[in-house]
């Protein structure tokens, strides 16, 4: 019989307490405490198994460094040649990615791109749409729907039973928040169900070598919902970034352990899904004149990426009587410092 517990965790770095505190003692947020109810097995079998060892083929052994062979490793090509770039080269085998972004941004459209146009069998896992749901975005978005299956379940032992039977040479799951786990007696979406959903997906992913990309919510202030032990967990944290009024979207990463941070992707949004962006300076020179005052244009790098960008500035007559500086899709604190340092050292009045 299973012993209820009451506790309260961190929504913020999953640290545990057993009475409510206003400001967390580890990572220093306030009133990011919140009650859960968990449910501590006392019996024997209920303690955590690894899948392998579940079904008899045993599990890790200690292996001496010089005998792993690592340079063998083949990674994953994925069709989306933006994706490859940011995940430095390719889908490592083994490998848990996490995507973040707003709602309706495209994370699930990307993913589903990646499904329907990957040759290889591919779960498709979804706890928030049904298979009609999922069919009706792939009619749109095209591919090879033949080698792409979908599962709509939420409870992770009967996903790692299913993707245990199908051996896919990818798992997606939409979305990490709303698994959860039966040994945690606790909501989908809260602390100790993400971090133990999260830590069963790894341990199936690490033993089985298959990758599993994982699509994250994001709080209000653009972080991933959830505890901050997620990210610790994951091999590679993706953030889809985009303003959903506009069609250009960016792919960039935030942690890579098999890669580069610095190396981001550009996707157009369209009827029929995301299409990659090659050369983002094309569109940019496509649309200059030549002859509009204000416009400068420069060259930069992202990762092994050369990029070029435009800066405009806009001088008109103030009707306050005191100026205002603003600026768009640039820091105003730190343009403010810009232009104290040119004013102060150049001697150039702004």
Known sequence: MAKVKKIFACTSCGATSPKWMGKCAHC???????????????????KHKSWKSETGKGGARPVALPDIQAGNTQRLAAPDEELN???????????????????????????????????ATILYVSGEESEEQIKM???RIGGN????????????????????????????????????SPHIE??????????????????????????VFLIGHITKDGSIAGPKLLE????A????????????????????????????????????????????????LSQKDEDLSGSAIAATIEGLRPMLIETQAL???SVYSAPQRSATGFDLRRLSMLLAVLEKRNGLPY
């Open 28 to 46: 220093g947020e306030w009133n990011t405490y919140i009650e859960e109810i968990i449910a501590k097995e006392t019996t024997q079998e209920a």
């Open 85 to 119: 770039r940011v995940l430095g080269g390719g889908i490592v085998p083994g490998s848990l990615v996490l995507i973040g972004g707003q709602p309706g941004i495209g994370k699930s459209t990307l993913l589903l791109q990646l499904a329907l146009h990957l040759p």
């Open 137 to 139: 975005r792939s009619d």
């Open 145 to 180: 729907p033949e080698r792409c299956y979908i599962l709509a379940e939420t409870n992770t032992n009967k996903i790692l039973k299913h993707a245990q039977e199908l051996m896919p040479a990818l798992i997606i799951i939409d979305s990490i928040q709303t698994l959860s």
């Open 186 to 211: 606790s909501m989908p979406g809260s602390v100790s169900q993400v971090r133990e959903c999260a830590g069963e997906l790894q341990r199936f992913a690490k033993e089985s070598n298959i990758p």
């Open 232 to 235: 610790h967990i994951v091999d």
């Open 237 to 284: 944290v993706l953030q889809f970034e985009g303003d959903r009024n506009y069609t250009y979207r960016i792919l960039r990463t935030i942690k890579n352990r098999f890669g580069s941070t610095d190396e981001l992707g550009i996707y157009e949004m369209d009827g029929n899904g995301l299409r990659e962006v090659a050369n983002p300076s094309e569109l940019l």
């Open 315 to 317: 001088v008109s007559t």
